[in-house]
C-alpha cells in the first residue's frame, strides 16, 4: 500500500469520530453576524472624500496586521479547493469543508468593512493586492490527507492568536470585538482539526508522527503569497502580534502536550526517530527566535538618539 492510500485509509477509519466532531462544533459555536459590529455610523464616501493616511485611527502595526490577515483571509477559495478536494464527495469531510468555509467567509467581511468604515487602509491598495493575492494563489503541495490536518490545526491556532493579538494591541473597542469574534471561529475550527489529528494519532502513531514532523519542521502560514509579505511580517513580530517565539511556545509545544508526543509509547525505530526529532523542534524555533531579538534589539541600540 502506498502512503497516500494509507493516508486516505487512516481518514476513513476515524470518520465517526469527525462526524462528532463536527456535531460538537456546530453546538458549541455561535454564530454572529459581522453587520452588526461594523462601525457602520463612522463610513464616509471615499468618492467624496480620498483617503489619506492622517484619517487612520490604528497604530501602523496593528493596520498592517489587519490588512495581512484580511488578504490572507481572502485566499479562502483556494483552501476550501485543497481541503475539500482531498476527499470523497460523500465523506463527512466534504461535509465539514462546506461549513468551515462558510464560516471563514465572514471573517473577510467583517475585517475589510471595519477598515474601510473607520479608513484605516487605503481603499485602493487594499483593492489592489486582495486582486495580486488571489491571481497568485496558494498552493499545499502534499497529497497525503494526513498533513492537512496537521497543517490546519497548527495554522488555524496560529491564526486564532494572531487575530487576538491583533485586536488587543488595536487600541479600539470595536477592533477588539471583530478580532474577538473572528478569533473565537479560528478557535473552534482549530478544536476540530486537532481533534482529527489526535483520533489518527491513536490509530497510527508512526504514520502521524511522520506527518506531524512533515509539517512543524518547515511550517509556513498560507499568506507567503502577499505582497511585502515578509517586510510585514517583520513589523508584526517586532510588535508582538505574531512572531517565531510566538509560534514555538504558543502554537508548537501546546500542539506537541496535546497530542502526548513525548509520552508515546511502543512505537517502532521510525517512530521512535520521529518522536526524538519532533520534540527538538521548539528549541530550535526559540534559537531562532532568540537570533532574531538579538538582531532586533541591535538595530534598535544603533538608532541615534533623537532619530
Not at 464616501?45 to 480620498?50: N, T, V
Not at 502595526?61 to 484580511?70: G, K, S
Request: charged share 25%.
Amino acid at each position: 500500500m502506498t502512503a497516500t492510500a494509507e493516508s486516505f485509509e487512516l481518514v476513513s477509519s476515524v470518520e465517526p469520530e469527525i462526524s462528532r466532531l463536527m456535531a460538537e462544533h456546530r453546538e458549541r459555536r455561535q454564530h454572529w453576524y459581522a453587520h452588526d459590529v461594523v462601525p457602520w455610523e463612522l463610513g464616509r464616501s471615499f468618492r467624496d472624500e480620498p483617503w489619506d493616511e492622517s484619517q487612520a485611527t490604528l497604530s501602523p502595526e496593528v493596520r498592517t496586521a489587519l490588512q495581512l490577515n484580511l488578504l490572507t483571509e481572502d485566499n479562502l477559495p483556494y483552501y476550501h479547493a485543497k481541503i475539500a478536494g482531498s476527499f470523497p464527495e460523500d465523506s463527512p469531510m466534504a461535509e465539514w469543508s462546506r461549513l468551515w468555509t462558510a464560516e471563514e467567509g465572514q471573517h473577510s467581511i467583517a475585517i475589510r468593512n471595519y477598515l474601510l468604515a473607520t479608513r484605516n487602509c487605503d481603499p485602493a491598495q487594499l483593492e489592489d493586492e486582495r486582486l495580486a493575492t488571489v491571481t497568485r494563489g496558494w498552493r499545499y503541495d502534499s497529497p497525503c490527507p494526513v498533513e492537512v490536518f496537521v497543517y490546519t490545526s497548527a495554522q488555524e491556532l496560529a491564526t486564532r492568536i494572531s487575530h487576538r493579538n491583533t485586536g488587543v494591541k488595536a487600541d479600539c473597542p470595536v477592533a477588539h470585538e471583530i478580532m474577538t469574534r473572528v478569533a473565537a471561529d479560528e478557535n473552534h475550527h482549530f478544536m476540530f482539526y486537532r481533534g482529527v489529528t489526535t483520533a489518527m494519532l491513536r490509530q497510527a502513531p508512526t504514520f502521524v508522527l511522520g506527518a506531524v514532523h512533515q509539517v512543524l519542521s518547515d511550517f509556513k502560514m498560507p499568506g507567503t503569497v502577499i505582497p511585502n509579505f515578509s517586510r510585514r511580517a517583520v513589523a508584526i513580530a517586532r510588535a508582538g502580534i505574531y512572531n517565531l517565539r510566538i509560534h514555538a511556545e504558543q502554537v508548537v509545544q501546546p500542539l506537541l502536550r496535546h497530542w502526548k508526543v513525548g509520552s508515546i509509547e511502543g512505537l517502532d525505530s521510525r517512530g521512535e526517530e520521529l518522536q526524538e526529532k519532533i520534540l527538538a523542534i521548539p528549541e530550535a524555533l526559540i534559537a531562532q527566535a532568540e537570533a532574531f531579538e538579538n538582531r532586533m534589539a541591535g538595530r534598535t541600540r544603533r538608532v541615534p538618539t533623537g532619530a
